[in-house]
């Protein structure tokens, strides 16, 4: 395994970085890789750990090289509005793999695109608007995939988007529902109806909409499991803490997987 780190800047010259965790690339099988970019959630605040390493390594072992976009959170600056920065980040962590794809040996029209929580509400936003910043297919995610995602800020959460830079009155300009298109990317969405921090609501009127506009979905909804549940298993449980450690919702990974590798031969 390779871990390389990259430094991103947006055009407000507000800071990001990338960790990439690359496979290494065996004789018998020299064809390029698929890629998995992940956005760890934490409320827009800070880039949660227990969402980054512990899915790429995940990912890893099943054949995907990773890439972990810390992207601008409010912690990072003083103040303003930045979640334009956060999608633009996502644009420029497409164009990181298409600049080194010979290298890391990536198979740019097989890059996945997943987000957490908050990072759910970046990664669906990127996956409705990815032709803004660039028209070519490849830089379409081949499929994205929510883990119990924030996709409206009128659902539950934030209580406030005081924090987010933005006014009560700018909400709906990033609400992902009402951004999905035919060009928004095909979707595998995850989310437990005992989420207290982020209502479940905020997943079924997202699949609502992508029905509406026939994007195809997979969606699970777990009856038990509290927000934040990343891989429900050991490897990514906050101090090893048994709320965290459900196997019923920890099937989630398998099932992507799954749906990924039938993504991949469409």
């Known amino acids: 395994m390779q871990l390389l780190h990259y430094d991103l800047t947006s055009k407000n010259q507000r800071q990001a970085s990338v960790d990439v965790y690359l496979r290494e690339i065996v004789q018998e099988n020299p064809h390029p ?10 409320g827009y605040r800070f880039v949660s750990n227990r969402e980054s390493e512990p899915l790429a390594l995940a990912f890893m072992n099943q054949g995907y090289h990773a890439l972990v976009l810390n992207y601008t959170t409010r912690d990072t600056f003083a103040k303003g509005a930045f979640l334009e920065d956060c999608l633009e980040q996502v644009a420029l962590t497409f164009e990181l793999i298409h600049q080194n794809a010979k290298k890391w040996q990536a198979n740019v029209d097989e890059i996945f695109l997943l987000g957490c929580s908050a990072g759910g ?22 499929g994205t995939i929510l883990c119990y995602p924030v996709t409206s800020f009128d659902l539950g959460w934030p209580k406030t988007v005081d924090h987010l830079g933005i006014t009560k009155e ?15 990317a095909p979707t595998y969405i995850w989310h437990t109806f005992a989420d207290g921090s982020v209502p479940v609501v905020n997943s079924l009127k997202y699949c609502e909409a992508l029905y509406q506009q026939h994007i195809p979905f997979e969606a699970h909804i ?10 429900a ?26 749906w990924m590798k039938r993504q991949r031969q469409n």
């Open 233 to 258: 298993n050991e490897s990514s449980a906050k101090s090893f803490d048994v709320e965290y450690l459900l196997p019923e919702v920890a099937q989630w990974f398998e099932e992507c997987s799954a």
């Open 170 to 184: 700018d909400c709906l300009r990033y609400d992902t529902i009402a951004q999905i298109n035919p060009m928004t």
């Open 222 to 231: 777990f009856e038990n499991g509290k927000h934040g549940l990343a891989l």
């Open 33 to 42: 890789l698929p890629i998995v970019v992940i956005c760890p959630g934490g």
């Open 121 to 142: 509400h970046l990664a669906a936003s990127y996956s409705s608007q990815w032709h803004q910043f660039h028209q070519e297919a490849s830089y379409q995610p081949k």
